[in-house]
């Protein structure tokens, strides 16, 4: 499958190579839409100060996808050529999303124009049901969902967390699922955390990505302790005091959660367990 942009917005070379110019750990490469990553940290790119303080928290992030509402761009009055000069200097993938979409009419559409603008069958699939939660409608995005894998696009759909309705995507051809951890923009951190757990035990080979919701670091590292592949945050960092430092700090929350996860967090127990032996010998053998 091809790298989802086009040649002249390609990653860096060289794999282990992010975006910032580091090394990324190798817990962090995984493979999503055909694609190895080494960055588990998808940023979008609404509501920042100016667009250099956007480009310094790309950098600062290491993140390698980012995404885009087109319908936002284009209310805004700007070009798709306008931003891609800027995302072009991070060398990230773009993932351009339907935000704003009511149908699935309406979501196919744009999903449709931003492929001939931007070069990328990639595409982050919203359709909202209700104008309060900015809830998925789990009927029209499984519609756009069939729709689009049939046009050979690689749909991330935006979901909620529940298990029958991912069930639905994944038998409508997506290959990704992003649940929701709260409410787009509410930051109040993953809400449910049992049905996310619900969904990572269920799908064990799904690439699952937590969308929407994630209010601090502290969220993040929670949902990669979790096992989910990767998080998608926007508001979380564009609101921030210090959108680039907080870029950073999220960046780092994100690599220390999947560390322990890989490295398997010791389970919670009902009452104390002494951690000083009492056998005279350091260590159990």
């Known amino acids: 499958m091809n790298a989802p942009t086009l040649s002249s917005f390609a990653a860096p070379q060289g794999g282990a190579q992010c975006p910032s110019g580091g090394r990324a750990d190798t817990a962090m490469s995984f493979v999503i839409g055909g694609v190895e990553l080494n ?15 956007l480009q310094q928290a790309i950098a600062a992030s290491g993140a390698q996808v980012v995404t885009v509402g087109l319908k936002r761009q284009l209310a805004q009055g700007s070009t798709p050529g306008d931003f891609y000069r800027l995302i072009r200097a991070s060398g990230a993938h773009l993932l351009p999303n339907t935000a704003g979409c009511r149908s699935a009419r309406e979501a196919v559409t744009l999903a449709q124009m931003a492929r001939e603008l931007f070069g990328t069958h990639w595409i982050k699939l ?5 104008d309060y939660t900015l809830q998925p409608d789990p009927f029209e995005l499984v519609q756009a969902a069939t729709e689009l894998v049939r046009e050979g696009f690689e749909v991330f759909p935006y979901c909620t967390d529940d298990l029958v309705s991912c069930q639905r995507l994944l038998d409508a051809g997506c290959r990704i699922l992003m649940p929701w951890g709260a409410p787009i923009g509410s930051g109040q951190g993953l809400l449910n955390p049992h049905a996310l757990r619900t ?38 960092v564009a609101q921030a005091h210090d959108p680039v430092a ?6 780092l929350g994100i690599e220390a959660g999947r560390l322990a996860y890989e490295a398997g967090i010791m389970a919670r127990q009902d009452m104390a367990v002494a951690t000083t032996p009492v056998t005279g010998r350091p260590f159990v053998l």
């Not at 979008?44 to 250099?52: E, F, I, N, R």
């Not at 994630?214 to 590292?221: E, K, L, T, Y």
């Not at 907080?246 to 960046?251: G, L, P, S, V």
């Open 39 to 53: 960055s588990r940290f998808f940023l979008g790119t609404a509501g920042y100060p100016s667009p250099q303080v």
């Open 126 to 130: 919203e359709v909202v049901g209700d």
């Open 199 to 236: 969904l990572r035990s269920r799908l064990p080979e799904v690439p699952l990505v937590v969308d929407a919701g994630i209010g601090s670091p502290r969220d993040a590292v929670q949902a990669m302790e979790l096992g989910f592949d990767a998080v998608l945050l926007n508001s979380a």
């Open 246 to 251: 907080m870029a950073r700090a999220f960046k």
